[in-house]
């Protein structure tokens, strides 16, 4: 596989798999003695989600990848119109969970259930649906595309730019979140700085 544009898209979904088992582990772990660190840790989880895959990663796959494997092969097009529909209402699917992560913090633990019911169906969700891309439409898209095709999503993915990536430059827009997220979160999920600085 010596598409960057596959190495891109393989990295991105590393990265994402990554986050959501770290919110996993978080929700599990629970607010414990420290609410304000735990709630702040999640809503920037949450805004990496929001703001990389969802408005860079899913954008470039629906309105490039996606059909240009469309245009070579009609054998995943219903999967595909499942992806997209997936993607489409991916945006509205984090904003609820970002209420009800803030519903939890400012009402208390009667709305803790539905938040972590939510995002285990989201989990579940966004698992299976990395997990169809990357066992068929991928493969796929190797047996169909030309080089032309290649050449063009490598352009295009280059130019995406994902914080929690350890294969590009990290874009100084995002050294605030990247820095919330993996210095701040408690050991083991991440490497706990903060958490050690209160103690």
């Not at 891109?8 to 003695?33: C, F, K, T, V």
């Not at 097009?77 to 913090?105: F, P, S, T």
């Not at 991928?138 to 490598?154: F, G, Q």
């Amino acid at each position: 596989m010596n598409h960057a544009s596959l190495r891109i898209i393989n990295d991105e979904h590393s990265s994402l798999a990554a986050m959501l088992q770290s919110m996993r582990m978080m929700i599990e772990r629970g607010p414990d003695d420290k609410p304000e660190l735990f709630f702040d840790i999640l809503r920037a989880m949450l805004f990496y989600v929001d703001e990389v895959p969802e408005k860079q990663h899913h954008k470039k796959e629906t309105v490039l990848f996606f059909p240009l494997v469309a245009r070579r092969s009609q054998q995943c097009d219903e999967l595909i119109q499942r992806l997209n529909q997936e993607h489409a209402n991916g945006e509205a699917k984090v904003r609820e969970l970002q209420h009800l992560l803030l519903a939890w913090e400012i009402l208390g633990d009667s709305r803790r259930q539905i938040f972590e019911s939510e995002f285990a169906t989201y989990f579940a969700f966004y698992m299976e649906h990395m997990h169809l891309e990357k066992t068929l439409i991928i493969p796929e898209a190797l047996r169909v595309l030309s080089e032309s095709d290649w050449a063009t999503l490598n352009a295009a993915f280059s130019l995406n730019n994902d914080p929690l990536s350890m294969s590009i430059p990290r874009d100084p827009l995002y050294d605030r979140l990247f820095t919330r997220i993996t210095l701040r979160t408690p050991e083991p999920i991440g490497l706990g700085m903060a958490h050690r600085a209160v103690n």
